[in-house]
């Protein structure tokens, strides 16, 4: 242990039903969303810790979440190979991407919200064009050292 530092007591315990595989708090902080195990994608008050919603149309289970610098919508990938956004609001589903071969474990909005990012165990980086929903650029063949 470093000297001075001290172990915390968590502010606020959210009880999940399945193993959660990523985590992001709202740019304003008052909710965080979360992927998990078991296909969906849950945003919770962040001061109360009660779930707000569940958002449900992934086949297989959630490996990222993010929300938009806005907060007006949510992404999130999956071992489903998909890459799905939705209306923070409402919860539903507003647009998926599809294009890679292999499960996606990253996702991200760009700062202006127009643009998301995906990595996958395919090796690719793919940005997509969030308002049509468009494969803009693929880099491919991420490699290892």
């Not at 915390?8 to 998990?36: C, H, M, R, W």
């Not at 700062?111 to 165990?121: A, F």
């Amino acid at each position: 242990m470093l000297e001075g530092s001290r172990i915390e007591t968590p502010l606020l315990i959210l009880k999940a039903n399945s193993i959660v595989t990523s985590v992001a708090f709202s740019p304003d902080g008052t909710q965080i969303v979360s992927g998990s195990h078991d296909k969906s994608v849950q945003v919770w008050d962040a001061l109360t810790g009660k779930q707000v919603q569940k958002l449900q149309g992934h086949t297989s289970g959630v490996t990222s979440v993010a929300f938009s610098l806005d907060k007006t919508k949510i992404v999130s990938g999956s071992d489903d190979k998909s890459v799905q956004v939705w209306d923070a609001l409402t919860g539903k589903q507003v647009q998926k991407f599809q294009g890679h071969s292999d499960w996606v474990t990253s996702v991200a909005f760009s700062p202006d919200g127009l643009q998301i990012v995906s990595g996958s165990i395919d090796k690719s980086v793919r940005v997509w064009n969030g308002l049509t929903g468009q494969q803009v650029q693929k880099f491919q063949d991420h490699i290892s050292t």
